[in-house]
């Protein structure tokens, strides 16, 4: 009962005049956005309602529900008095941020981005990036509530059933469920999260959290422009080598043995695959437990039968098809593209316990880097634009170098050793049949690159590596051995994690992020260097934007970032002047701990599939 007490709706523009003058007199304000659409970007996508809290009653203004009481110029003013609040008023306090601040820029102008903001969801993830396998889990207000007051903010409203209709709700309804989610963000921001904050020394990670936010909601704002003619182009292309294979598997004699007892075979169909493989083949290995049939990509690939190399091949077009095709096209069911023609994905900055950023709608970090790349055809610049892909080079080997300070390492890495070369040499020496197998020395030198110095740099045991190479034991071990001596800084380093792991329940990186356990070896290893690397990437991302919004040069503003390459949309007279300014911004990291060279390479195109290198620079040269 107490915690509902306090929403009171604003109907009036008297009473929106008053609700704001109250907000005023505190240092921090409850922010929430109910909407029609998760994001702004559909055709009838609106504000329904807008809540505004002074830590002691929430004000729930009605915006363009269907019961607003607005007339047009009424509404006008109240937008309009909202933007002048955001931009001069106190603190404004979010759950999700970027949620919040993609709509307030929707509804009141890109100008509301420099106002000042706070975040109880980031707070909760500075403290703690959540369970293993879960990634944000846990941070939901819900759930954040339940912990800290001992009650479930959505268990409160019956809205919580509507949150995909809300639009549909009464008035009334709609505001009390609103104004809820606002009285409490700011309440569990200001009591409890920040308090923990700064007690626990997290300060330097929630800030970093923060300056995220208007980076990923301009990225997400600006979109990404496609080009529909591929899109068809590879539909009916992938449309023909489906049909192609499946003409293939249905002329196979035991796929008409299968047609002869159960009809038409259908390659799509997990139900005939498994009655062919283990009720017309008989296969060992396809039945389960529970009495059906597994035919999953894992049991097909170690079946001795021609049919599973044509059921992988038919599976993976299909999935290329429907992932990174079909909800390309413009009109489609589901489409990623919107009425402006872009894409505009939605980037995470809370769902991975490495601090990387995640994306979704469409999940850009795994668009086909080699095989089936030319589905990137589809990501085509305007005309007299092209797209400028930049990667911070080696960025995990570098943050490496920086966190263990191994003096051999890092000499190798200034005067830029091929280590890898080396130990392939060294691995062909002990078993002259990798090269062999991998033909040349640059396809040994990438294998052993993949399986035996990296992973030992990041946690793996001697006998994993020994097993992936299929090395002779004994001589592995020793050139093993050998390994360790020349990087024993690196292997103290490891240690010294593992040991402060154990003592303290998490590891922490050099960026003041933390991660808590549980953590197998490999984890605790790998994290404080790829927390580390992630924050050198997006702190250079989060400059190159402000100075985007700044200077009003939007083409600095990245519209993409997978991994550790960001990715701008730059008009042709721009490009000299846009390169260097995003290369220097990106070897621009200051820190008193780095003590190698950061490096970029940078390839320039007008669609993402023929992207050609432009060049390559250093810090220590530029």
Same mark, same amino acid.
């Given at each position: 009962e107490q915690a509902q007490v306090g929403?009171?709706?604003?109907?009036?523009?008297?009473?929106?005049?008053?609700?704001?003058?109250?907000?005023?007199?505190?240092?921090?304000?409850?922010?929430?956005?109910?909407?029609?659409?998760?994001?702004?970007?559909?055709?009838d996508a609106r504000v329904l309602c807008v809540s505004l809290s002074d830590g002691k009653n929430a004000y729930a203004i009605p915006i363009d529900h269907d019961e607003s009481p607005w007339s047009p110029k009424q509404r006008k003013t109240v937008i309009a008095t909202l933007r002048d609040y955001f931009y001069f008023g106190p603190r404004k306090i979010a759950h999700n941020l970027p949620f919040e601040m993609e709509w307030g820029i929707h509804l009141m102008g890109e100008g509301i981005i420099e106002s000042k903001y706070g975040c109880s969801l980031q707070a909760a993830y500075a403290l703690d990036p959540g369970p293993p396998g879960e990634g944000s889990a846990g941070h939901g207000l819900d759930a954040l509530t339940l912990q800290?007051?001992?009650?479930?903010?959505?268990?409160l409203s019956f809205a919580a059933n509507w949150r995909n209709r809300l639009y549909e709700m009464k008035l009334d309804k709609l505001l009390q469920y609103n104004g809820l989610d606002a009285l409490w963000c700011e309440r569990l921001w200001r009591e409890q999260l920040m308090p923990q904050v700064?007690?626990?020394?997290?300060?330097?990670?929630?800030d970093r959290q923060l300056a995220r936010v208007p980076t990923v909601v301009m990225a997400q704002r600006a979109g990404v422009p496609t080009d529909p003619k591929e899109t068809q182009r590879l539909q009916h292309q992938l449309s023909q080598d489906c049909d192609r294979i499946a003409e293939d598997i249905?002329?196979?004699?035991?796929?008409?043995?299968?047609e002869q007892r159960h009809g038409r075979f259908n390659p799509a169909s997990a139900a005939d695959v498994g009655k062919l493989l283990g009720g017309v083949l008989r296969l060992p290995g396809t039945l389960t437990a529970k009495g059906g049939y597994a035919t999953g990509a894992k049991v097909l690939e170690q079946l001795d039968h021609p049919i599973a190399g044509k059921l992988l091949e038919f599976r993976s077009i299909k999935k290329l098809k429907g992932t990174y095709v079909d909800r390309?096209?413009?009109?489609?069911?589901?489409?990623?593209?919107?009425p402006d023609g872009l894409i505009h994905c939605q980037f995470g900055i809370s769902r991975t316990r490495s601090y990387r950023l995640a994306s979704e709608n469409p999940n850009n970090q795994n668009w086909p880097k080699r095989k089936r790349k030319e589905v990137r055809k589809q990501l085509r610049a305007r005309k007299g634009w092209v797209f400028v892909a930049v990667d911070q080079g080696q960025i995990e080997a570098r943050g490496l170098a920086i966190v263990s300070r191994d003096p051999v390492w890092v000499r190798m890495l200034w005067e830029g050793y091929d280590v890898h070369a080396e130990y392939a040499q060294?691995?062909?020496?002990?078993?002259?049949?990798?090269?062999?197998?991998y033909e040349t020395m640059k396809g040994v030198r990438s294998i052993v690159k993949n399986k035996w110095v990296f992973p030992a740099f990041y946690g793996s045991s001697a006998k994993s590596i020994i097993l992936n190479l299929d090395l002779p034991e004994d001589?592995?071990?020793?050139?093993?051995?050998?390994?360790? #001596?020349?990087?024993? &800084?690196?292997? $103290? =380093?490891?240690?010294?994690? *593992?040991?402060?792991?154990?003592?303290?329940?998490?590891? #922490?990186?050099?960026? &003041?992020?933390? $991660? =808590?356990?549980?953590?197998? *070896?490999n984890m605790a290893i790998n994290s404080p260097i790829q927390c580390l690397a992630a924050d050198i990437c997006q702190d250079a991302n989060d400059r190159l934007s402000r100075i985007a919004r700044k200077e009003k040069m939007p083409w600095l503003q990245s519209i993409l970032q997978i991994h550790d390459d960001l990715t701008f949309h730059m008009p042709k007279s721009e490009l000299d002047d846009g390169i260097a300014i995003v290369v220097r911004e990106q070897l621009g990291f200051k820190a008193d701990y780095l003590n190698v060279p950061l490096v970029v390479e940078v390839e320039v195109g007008e669609n993402l599939y023929e992207m050609e290198p432009v060049g390559h620079w250093s810090s220590d040269s530029v």
């Open positions: 929403v009171i709706p604003c109907l009036t523009l008297a009473d929106v005049d008053k609700a704001l003058n109250a907000c005023d007199l505190v240092m921090s304000n409850g922010w929430d956005f109910e909407t029609q659409h998760l994001r702004p970007y559909a055709k800290y007051y001992g009650f479930d903010i959505k268990s700064e007690e626990e020394g997290m300060r330097e990670s929630y249905r002329g196979m004699k035991v796929v008409a043995e299968f390309f096209m413009p009109g489609a069911p589901d489409s990623y593209v919107y060294k691995c062909v020496d002990i078993e002259p049949a990798l090269l062999d197998k001589p592995a071990m020793e050139l093993f051995e050998e390994f360790w #001596e020349t990087f024993a &800084g690196i292997k $103290r =380093w490891q240690q010294e994690v *593992w040991r402060s792991y154990e003592r303290n329940g998490y590891v #922490e990186s050099l960026t &003041g992020r933390r $991660r =808590w356990g549980p953590l197998s *070896w």
